[in-house]
């Protein structure tokens, strides 16, 4: 449970984080 | 550094930094640097084709559409944007994408999250700020959360990471916070990184280095 009620968790989840798509063709 | 090639000089376009300075502040080999380059260009070239990376050609790039706002990708984009005057030159493309370099020390990743996070640049992640990340999060995910579980998430995280009790996270209270969580920094290391030569052959083509 604490992790799931953790908010950095949650929003480090964010596509806007994932700049991996950034390498994507 | 007067003694620049007229042809070289005209081919590069304005953001454009030598790979040679850029490799050697960073993590990454002038190949490496090189072959950023051309993920530079492709993503500098795709809309507005000045070889400079404006915010839609960004937004494209992360979510293959230019007009989706993300209030997280509008913050990597304001970071990015070290002279803040609205796009991304290769050099700060460069620096920026080193943080995110798998052999970058943990510390340099806790503070550039930390600057993320922190939105409103007061030096600490307020409750509010914290709220509205969650918030952006939930719309992002279209997860229907009452008020009162939103405030509940919240409550629960200050409860762990501010640990002097003063209703804000500060540097230090968050270094602690994501030592102690390193799950929560899994975004901040792009593995893509270690392997940009094999992902980019065609610098090479394009390649001034003789290494």
Redesign the interface.
């Known amino acids: 449970k ?1 992790e799931s ?19 994507e063709k | 550094m007067g003694c620049v090639s007229s042809k070289e000089s005209r081919r590069r376009p304005p953001g454009y930094e030598d790979p040679n300075t850029l490799a050697r502040e960073t993590t990454f080999s002038v190949n490496e640097v090189e072959a950023l380059y051309e993920l530079y260009k492709r993503i500098s070239y795709s809309i507005t084709k000045d070889g400079l990376i404006h915010k839609e050609e960004f937004q494209l790039a992360l979510f293959r559409n230019s007009n989706k706002r993300n209030l997280f990708a509008d913050r990597i984009f304001d970071l990015f944007d070290l002279k803040r005057n609205g796009v991304i030159e290769f050099g700060e493309f460069v620096r920026s994408l080193d943080v995110f370099h798998p052999d970058t020390p943990v510390e340099e990743k806790i503070a550039f999250a930390f600057r993320l996070y922190d939105l409103r640049g007061t030096g600490f992640i307020g409750r509010e700020e914290l709220k509205e990340m969650v918030l952006a999060i939930l719309n992002e995910s279209e997860l229907l959360l009452s008020d009162d579980a939103v405030e509940e998430i919240v409550d629960q995280t200050f409860r762990q990471a501010d640990m002097n009790g003063d209703g804000k996270i500060d540097p230090d209270e968050w270094k602690v916070f994501a030592s102690k969580n390193p799950a929560l920094l899994k975004n901040m290391t792009l593995p893509y990184l270690k392997d940009i030569t094999m992902a980019f052959p065609s610098f090479v083509l394009n390649s001034g280095a003789s290494d």
Request: charged fraction near 5%; hydrophobic fraction near 50%.
């Open positions: 604490p009620m953790n908010a950095f968790a949650l929003i480090s989840r964010s596509q806007g984080f994932n700049l991996g798509n950034l390498f």
